[in-house]
């Protein structure tokens, strides 16, 4: 999978699990920061992310692990998207 | 103003019936959590919580949460000698969060996946954590006050706070309080969701704690005016001293990180109870084994008491966080320890967090003189409960 | 023990949306809405879309009555504020939801964001995030009485001087699945509704000198239990509830001049209601069961105190036997009651200003 697809499927996972406005999901880029507190977020908090993460697991089939800090990853939908393609490719 | 004390105790625990099981396994230091045989744990990372163990008193027909409750609010009111015009006058304070979720959801669960909708008014009605009240009220012909709270993890310890309210208040001279939870898929689906739940059995304060173990129980106690429990000659266990009640409003699952509403609450009690920090010898902590909290109560509990001012132990660690029961059994728990001069310890906690500069108790229950102590619940949603008990009477 | 005054009052319901004035204009010329449901967007306003993403709707709705209870009360919440929230249902659509993702998908199909709402005490958590409430706050699970009750134990934490202020409050939002089910079962006789309402309760002394509006008392407030079976009718007439209240209040029943009782059309249980609030009070005040005409759910508990404050002001009553009209009642203190099948019951003493 691209990483072009893979952002379509976030922002699928943005609307369908973490309940933003269609409209707001379709005008996130891959460069909108995601945690709160950070500029021009969407503003996504703890309990946001471990939502994303099931949805990543399940949509993705790849397994998040949780003992490892992740943080850099969530950082935007750019960094998100490679790091789960390149999860897919070793799988 | 109303001195408030403990004339009764009832518990029903993950190590069996009755207070004397109960304080047996915490003595013993015996860990109570172990696979998970009431529900389907396929495809989930934790399988553990520490359940009642079979037969359970009382009839099929009632929800497991009911028999837990009968069998535990039974034994407080006949420890405490109560006959049937005190309970007559009595006050019913419950805390609730499940219900009887789990009988209600065999039932959604059947529906759903066979598509017949049997018919069960009663899995309806029960669901409800309103339904021990009703169940308990009518049961004992408790006539007076009568009402559930529902605070997530510190509803046991809001009900005993709020039954020393209206004690103190002189509303009546006589409550039964206390809380129950049974097993439910959708708690212990949801904790293993949130990836709160550690794989093995839960290690509060230890340095490699991964998260909470789930558990189930009931605790009740009999709270009394003093002076009616004097004049009658009934056996007082403790005085309920004090009590602090705050909320976090910071978020709806993870606690406040500077601990202000958990400092707060331990004030509040220690005020409410004309007691110095000094005088605290031991705090038996919410300790669910969860990073974030061992690490933000320890914090909280150096602020009000110095770093090493009170032995600290969590009951968690060998009966599971029991959720609705957790405020209550630990309150019993808590007055046991006091009449005993025997803390009872923090189960698997193997190597200490250097971060929790207070002695855990590990492993082994701990002898010591003690005169107060107090009992911590911090429930979901920043629900901040302390509870302070002094033994004897004033 | 402190004066306890009702500084501010907010509701959300199909009814009527808004403060005590809105809801005064509503009471003076009462009607029953085309259905119980609120619309949806009926809380727009009051909650914006960054939170709302959030918060499940008996949530949204609990914050939307909260903050226009606060909003008339002109109320700081820094200074110190309790909460406490009655309600029957809690919420159980998410309850429903969260198991739904399950049965349909297993555990990858279980929202982290909706497990928290499967606990009563959700709309009270969120609430007090959303107003900054840090004092005590309950949630109190009853059948019927969920309402009153909240406002009673309030009542109680204002008086003791535990807390500075309180935003008491009910709510109850309908739920299909509940509503098949109670329909299968027969109970379809009874009305049903949803929303939200809230007071602001202060020490009078406190109230005036912030010069904050004081729209009632309330003189006095006691719960108790009857005997009767788990939802079940007694036939105890006797109310050490009302006993209570009218004691603390320093009032005769003679000094009652109107009364909010609790029915909903659930014929059994009205009559029950009717025969101890007889027995109490006589025939002589005028009573008006607002339920009959808008449906249970726990707000209207709270919505009738408020309505109480308004007809010990006015002198004006909602009557709903047979038509629906508006009385002259004699104005000052009256009773506001309610009791729940299974026996729990709560009575309040409400006084003009």
């Known amino acids: ?91 | 103003m109303t001195q408030v004390v403990v004339t009764g105790l009832g518990a029903v625990s993950p190590y069996g019936a009755g207070v004397a099981e109960y304080w047996k396994g915490l003595a013993g230091g015996a860990c109570a959590i172990r696979d998970l045989t009431l529900i389907e744990t396929d495809g989930f990372r934790c399988r553990l919580a520490a359940e009642v163990p079979e037969p359970l008193a009382g009839s099929a027909r009632r929800t497991r949460a009911d028999r837990l409750a009968i069998a535990a609010a039974g034994e407080a009111l006949a420890d405490a000698g109560l006959g049937a015009r005190d309970c007559a006058a009595a006050a019913l304070v419950v805390g609730a969060v499940g219900g009887g979720m789990l009988e209600a959801e065999a039932w959604y669960w059947r529906t759903a996946r066979a598509g017949v909708r049997p018919a069960s008014l009663s899995a309806l009605r029960a669901v409800l954590p309103s339904a021990h009240a009703e169940t308990l009220g009518s049961r004992f012909r408790l006539g007076g006050p009568r009402h559930t709270v529902v605070t997530a993890c510190s509803s046991g310890a809001v009900a005993l706070a709020e039954a020393s309210e209206l004690i103190a208040a002189g509303v009546v001279d006589v409550a039964l309080a206390g809380g129950v939870d049974a097993i439910t898929r959708i708690c212990f689906m949801g904790f293993n969701a949130l990836k709160l739940l550690d794989t093995a059995p839960c290690r509060p304060f230890d340095r490699e704690r991964r998260g909470m173990s789930i558990g189930e129980g009931a605790g009740f106690m009999v709270l009394e005016a003093e002076a009616r429990a004097r004049a009658r000659g009934a056996r007082v266990y403790a005085t309920l001293a004090g009590h602090g009640m705050t909320t976090d409003a910071f978020h709806v699952t993870a606690p406040e990180p500077e601990g202000d509403g958990m400092v707060r609450a331990m004030r509040a009690a220690l005020a409410g109870g004309g007691i110095t920090p000094a005088e605290v010898q031991y705090a038996n902590a919410h300790g669910t084994g969860t990073p974030q909290n061992d690490r933000i109560e320890a914090r909280a509990l150096a602020r009000v008491f110095g770093e090493g001012g009170l032995l600290v132990s969590s009951s968690k660690s060998m009966i599971g966080h029991t959720m609705a029961a957790a405020g209550s059994l630990e309150a019993i728990a808590t007055v046991l320890a006091l009449g005993h001069d025997l803390v009872p310890p923090t189960a698997n906690l193997a190597t200490p967090d250097p971060d929790v500069p207070f002695d855990c108790v590990p492993r082994a229950a701990r002898a010591a003189r003690l005169g107060c102590a107090i009992s911590n619940s911090f429930g979901f949603g920043g629900q901040n409960v302390t509870l302070l008990f002094r033994r004897g009477v004033a | ?353």
């Open chain 3, 1 to 353: 023990m402190a004066r306890v005054v009702i500084t501010g009052v907010g509701v959300v319901s199909a009814a009527v949306t808004g403060d005590s004035a809105a809801l005064g204009a509503f009471l003076a010329a009462p009607f029953a809405p085309a259905a119980g449901a609120l619309g949806a967007g009926a809380v727009a306003a009051l909650v914006d879309p960054g939170e709302s993403r959030r918060l499940s709707r008996v949530c949204q709705l609990t914050i939307a009555a909260a903050r226009l209870a606060l909003r008339e009360s002109g109320l700081d919440p820094a200074a110190g504020l309790g909460l406490v929230v009655g309600t029957e249902f809690g919420d159980l659509a998410s309850t429903h939801a969260f198991a739904d993702g399950f049965l349909a998908r297993g555990p990858g199909g279980l929202s982290a964001l909706m497990f928290p709402n499967t606990v009563m005490n959700t709309m009270v958590a969120t609430t007090a995030i959303a107003v900054g409430a840090r004092e005590l706050a309950l949630t109190l699970n009853a059948p019927t009485v969920a309402g009153e009750l909240a406002v009673a134990r309030a009542t109680a934490a204002v008086a003791s001087g535990r807390v500075p202020a309180v935003l008491a409050g009910g709510v109850d939002e309908l739920d299909p699945v509940v509503e098949r089910e109670l329909e299968r079962f027969g109970f379809d006789a009874e009305r049903r509704s949803e929303g939200a309402v809230f007071l602001v309760l202060e020490p009078r002394v406190a109230a005036e000198a912030r010069g904050a509006p004081v729209l009632g008392e309330i003189s006095a407030a006691a719960w108790r239990a009857l005997p009767a079976r788990p939802w079940g009718v007694g036939r105890t007439c006797r109310s050490p509830a009302i006993e209570a209240v009218l004691e603390a209040a320093g009032a005769r029943a003679a000094d009652l001049g109107w009364v909010y009782a609790s029915g909903s059309c659930d014929d059994a249980r009205d009559r029950w209601e009717e025969q101890v609030l007889g027995a109490a009070l006589g025939s002589e005040a005028p009573v008006s069961t607002l339920g009959r005409l808008l449906g249970r759910h726990a707000g209207l508990g709270v919505l009738r105190v408020a309505a109480g404050a308004w007809t010990a002001r006015s002198g004006l009553l909602p009557a709903t036997d047979g038509a629906t009209r508006v009385e002259r009642v004699r104005p000052g203190r009256g009773l506001v009651h309610g009791l729940a099948r299974g026996g729990t019951h709560v009575a309040l003493v409400v006084d003009a200003a």
């Open chain 1, 1 to 91: 999978m691209e990483e072009k697809e893979v952002l379509d499927e976030l922002k699928t996972i943005l609307v369908a699990r973490l309940k933003f406005d269609p409209r707001r999901a379709a005008e996130t880029t891959e460069s909108t920061p995601l945690p709160k507190g950070v500029a021009g977020s969407i503003g996504l908090d703890s309990l946001d992310f471990i939502e994303l993460s099931i949805a990543i697991e399940e949509r993705f089939g790849i397994a998040m692990d949780e003992n490892q800090d992740l943080t850099e990853h969530f950082a935007s939908f750019d960094s998100l998207s490679r790091f789960i393609a390149g999860k897919l490719r070793s799988a």
